[in-house]
């Protein structure tokens, strides 16, 4: 057998291992990344202080890859120099930054205050902000966890403040000018649809 030969062989050989390593490793990290999102809704929700009267939810994407209420934390009080710190009551990670389908609560929702994510002062008095972690206006959308989680976080907080469907929006929905805000693969047909899937049936 020709030395180079013999050196093909070896190759093949090493590539195939590194192969088979890759789908194991690639399996493994599939499966972590799987778990499945039992999350005690209304626990997560609950305050100490009084409740204020959410009339809206206002959907939102981080507009980065990752991310998690800390971070955007920080960029809100440095950046944006917003004393009360990170703009949403709520975000979901996405699993770069947080869990996949991760609901980090945030502090302006345990104290039941005014949120900082739209550019109309007076919806934000009203308006439950919640930030999906991801940019959606570019390739990406939100992983299934992440929907499962807002679909059970909407009917909740829809059904306790009594929100109609119609009042679950989109920023981009809001009258300002130009966001892109959840972004152009946000499902939003499919949430509402989730939503007024899962809920109930009414008695007659
Ligand atoms: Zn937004």
Not at 35 to 60: P, R, S
Not at 68 to 79: L, Q, V
Not at 133 to 159: A, D, H, I, M, R
Request: proline fraction near 2%.
């Amino acid at each position: 057998m020709k030395i180079v030969e013999r050196h093909v062989i070896i190759f093949s050989i090493a590539m195939y291992v590194t192969a088979i390593g890759l789908l194991i490793y690639l399996q493994f990290i599939g499966k972590e990344r799987q778990f499945t999102v039992a999350i005690d809704i209304e626990k997560l929700c609950k305050v100490d202080v009084d409740e204020n009267e959410w009339e809206y939810v206002v959907l939102h994407h981080s507009a980065t890859d990752e991310g998690n209420a800390i971070r955007f934390d920080k960029y809100h009080r440095e950046k944006r120099k917003w004393p009360e710190g990170l703009a949403y009551h709520f975000v979901i990670g996405n699993g770069s930054g947080s869990g996949n389908g991760e609901i980090e609560v945030g502090d302006r929702w345990k104290k039941q205050i005014y949120g900082a994510h739209t550019a109309n002062m007076d919806l934000n008095q009203i308006a439950i902000g919640i930030c999906l972690v991801g940019n959606f206006e570019e390739e990406n959308e939100p992983t299934n966890n992440q929907l499962e989680s807002l679909t059970s976080l909407v009917n909740y907080v829809s059904k306790r403040y009594k929100i109609s469907e119609s009042n679950v929006i989109m920023h981009n929905q809001v009258n300002q000018k130009g966001t892109a805000c959840p972004g152009k693969n946000f499902p939003y047909e499919q949430l509402i649809d989730r939503v007024t899937r899962s809920e109930p049936e009414r008695t007659l």
